[in-house]
């Protein structure tokens, strides 16, 4: 076959093809070769060839997926009963006889399921497991009336490896909205008054009249000046990008260990942090590892994203704040957030203004080339948002309309890279490979690269593009990278029933993703390209034959290689239709 007839289509070493490249249809397009697709986060459209030559679309996500199973309060220990240790005293139930949850320790110890094989991470690392006796491995830490045993030696109850908490007081500020936010209200009116001045100036003067611009604003007086901000020296450092659903805290220490200089949570939703929102605020933990962490935020006005700005700014750890232009979901771009903001001139560069004064640290600006794939508009908007204190921008190569149907521009990012000078901007797509990174920074005016799904499906990649090397990673040390990942999840969610089974589906996702990594000693043609898709092969050993699988019943068999058996009744549906093969 001809290099043209397999243009999207990995090229394996003969010994591992389980069929001949013949059998792969001439002109096939890249899509239909494969087991998953290159999706957005929430979206996407994915033909897959059958056996009987029909073809059946694949389109955006499972909405009905089956959800964890949940036990029924009375299957509960009573959390007043959770976490004792055997020279304390358990608290009392303020509910008393009212109270739904068991409150007999030795009988809900009987009808525990039994412990999960392996050890407790989280008692192991600090000495004291917060679930104790509700553990899967508590047996390791556990009297038998249920007394939680502490390492003395290792536990220091005044210190945590994650920040960003949501506090009780806070929680009942923001859900009362009685927290104090007239900083940020005042700076967007003022902002709003000035821009009608403005406009009205412009006309007045195409009238050659003049404007009366009104009294001096005090703005000055409670902006934070430039010299206050804290800096970021962004020049090459690698930025693993905010990824929705599977760039949770666990798998930001898996990238941090393989070098990743720069890490952000998941895309939070301003709204739901002003209101309190347990979930929302859990996309913004962060943990020890992370030494350069920003968060991001997404919002259709600059009263919502600069009242979050300033909220988060007094009450959680960060280096850096992030404003969403990029989300493609219909859901926030119908609203004017994510890309439909890029759409939305006045409404951003007016939050752009505003945030940046209420921030003491970095503001950053993540953006596509645009929303219709023949229309690129961010080089137009960066030139607009620079003189608002913005201290890097990123572009994906790609419009919201375009999605992944074709590679990233490359080109078109040189483009913005050179319109945002002396401001940094970062590309972002389909890079893979060193020398895929390498190519991005060859002009020297991009000044560095975030990395989204090439870390899911690699997260050795950082390590390669430091060392200069490519990684032949073996399928056992891989297995190994997910009982990490196994045992961060443990201590981010729990290792209770319920936090087993969270961390497991979060598992499952990843995996959706991690097994598209082709092996470097499989290759005919090398490095691995992120958007070919290899025909069937088998791996060096049953093991790596299994991590290549893209069939989820063989993912669930991964998650119980590290997590143990499924309970009864389990059932899992990738995020994605496209993924949804068997």
Known sequence: MTEENLKGVARIRQEFLVCSLKHIAVGTPNEDLVHDSELEEQGGTKKVKLENGEAVKKRGQNKNRPQTARQEKSQKLCPTLMNVAEDETPKHCV?????????????????????????????????????????????????????????????????????????????????????????????????????????????????????????????????????????????????????????????????????????????????????????????????????????????????????????????????????????????????????????????????????????SCPLTVKMRTGVQSDKNIAHKLIPKLKGYDVSLFTVHGRSREQRYTKLADWDYIEECAKVANPIPLFGNGDVLSYEDYNAGLSSGNVSGVMMARGALIKPWIFQEIKEQRHIDMPAQERLDILKDYADYGLEHWGSDSQGVETTRRFMLEWISFLHRYIPFGVLEVTPQKINDRPPPYKGRNELETLMASGNYEDWIKLSEMVLGPVPSGFAFLPKHKANAWK
């Open 95 to 359: 509910h008393g006889e009212k109270c739904q949850f068991e409150h007999n320790i030795k009988k809900y110890l009987q009808d525990k399921p039994s412990d999960l094989p392996g050890s407790c991470y989280v008692y192991r690392t600090y000495g004291r497991c917060p679930k104790g006796a509700t553990c899967r491995f508590g047996s390791e830490h556990l009297t038998p009336e249920g007394r939680n045993i502490v390492n003395k030696d290792i536990w220091n109850p005044e210190w945590t490896a994650a920040k960003n908490f949501l506090s009780n007081d806070l929680m009942i500020s923001l859900r009362k909205k009685k927290y104090d936010l007239r900083k940020s209200e005042d700076l967007v009116k003022e902002q709003q008054k000035r821009s009608k001045v403005g406009d009205i100036k412009s006309q007045d003067m195409e009238d050659g009249t003049e404007a009366n611009v009104g009294p001096v604003s005090d703005e000055d007086l409670i902006r934070i000046r430039n010299e206050e901000k804290r800096k970021i020296d962004w020049k090459g450092k690698l930025y693993l990008a905010p990824l929705t659903t599977v760039g949770n805290l666990p798998f930001r220490r898996i990238c941090k260990k393989f070098g990743a200089d720069i890490t952000c949570g998941e895309m939070a939703v301003a709204e739901n942090l002003l209101n309190g929102g347990k979930q929302e605020w859990a996309l913004v933990r962060r943990h020890e590892s992370e030494d350069i962490f920003g968060v991001q935020i997404c919002g259709n006005n600059p009263y919502l994203l600069t009242k979050c700005a300033q909220m988060l700014e007094e009450n959680i750890s960060m280096d850096f704040l992030d404003i969403n232009c990029g989300c493609p979901i219909d859901m926030f771009y119908e609203k004017g957030a994510g890309s439909g903001l890029m759409t939305r001139e006045k409404p951003l560069t007016a939050a752009v203004e505003c945030m940046s004064k209420v921030l």
